[in-house]
């Protein structure tokens, strides 16, 4: 089955600067990659995903790229704010609504002002 | 986005009890529906795959016996917590996918936080 690695489990960084948390991956068919956002006794929220068709995909402050051959993708965040401290989760999946997302092990991102 | 909700959001039960915690797809119909459990400070873990219709898919370490599940319609999944114990006190979350939907994104609900004592 899948495995999916996350690093780093913590990080912390200056506000204003960029951060940046990676995934690797397993199962080669794997096509599906969030990430996810979440707050202490929150849901997980969807805050980007990218499918395997592309290599890099934007939003405002964030983007992720993919890299199918090496099997990881990362998280890139830019001009990072103190509310964009929470826990981020990778995530992988094949293309199939049966199959369930496997999770990376989290990130704890603090941004300090 | 589609919405998932969750019932009930925070329950506290003694050793021995079950507890019955229900998820439903408010706005779409979902075939299939996933059960997550996450202890304090660490990832989600899936535990089963709820199939309308038919019985659930558990992951290895997971007892079915335990953790009954029932998914009799497109928009609600149930977890039943049989002989609930203390160190099943967790966070429980069910998400969802758009059967009829063509993309991948999974809908959390908003998550069941257990309590044993």
């Known amino acids: 089955g899948e495995n999916v690695e996350q690093h780093p489990s913590t990080l912390s960084v200056q506000e204003g600067d960029s951060a940046v948390i990676k995934c690797t991956y397993s199962?080669?068919?794997?096509?599906?990659f969030p990430w996810y956002k979440q707050e202490l006794g929150k849901r997980p929220q969807l805050i980007i995903d990218?499918?395997?068709?592309?290599g890099e995909k934007k939003d405002q402050r964030i983007a992720v790229t993919l890299n199918k051959t090496a099997k990881h993708f990362s998280l890139h965040i830019t001009e990072t704010q103190p509310e964009d401290s929470a826990v981020y989760f990778c995530a992988a999946s094949p293309n199939s609504g049966n199959t369930p997302l496997v999770f990376g092990k989290g990130t704890r991102l603090s941004v300090i002002a | 986005g589609a919405v998932v909700s969750q019932h009930p959001s925070r329950v506290i039960c003694k050793s021995g009890t079950s507890v019955k915690i229900e998820c439903r797809s408010l706005d779409f119909q979902a075939t299939t529906m996933f059960w997550y459990r996450q202890f304090p400070k660490q990832s989600l873990m899936l535990m089963a795959t709820s199939n309308e219709g038919s019985k659930a898919t558990y992951e290895q370490g997971v007892e079915k016996d335990k953790f009954l599940i029932n998914h009799a319609s497109l928009t609600l999944s149930t977890l039943t917590v049989t002989s609930a114990h203390p160190e099943d006190s967790s966070f429980y979350i069910c998400s969802a996918r758009d059967s009829t939907g063509a993309g991948n994104e999974q809908f959390f609900g908003p998550g069941t936080r257990l309590t044993v004592l």
């Open positions: 199962d080669s068919a794997s096509n599906y």
């Open positions: 990218i499918r395997s068709n592309v």
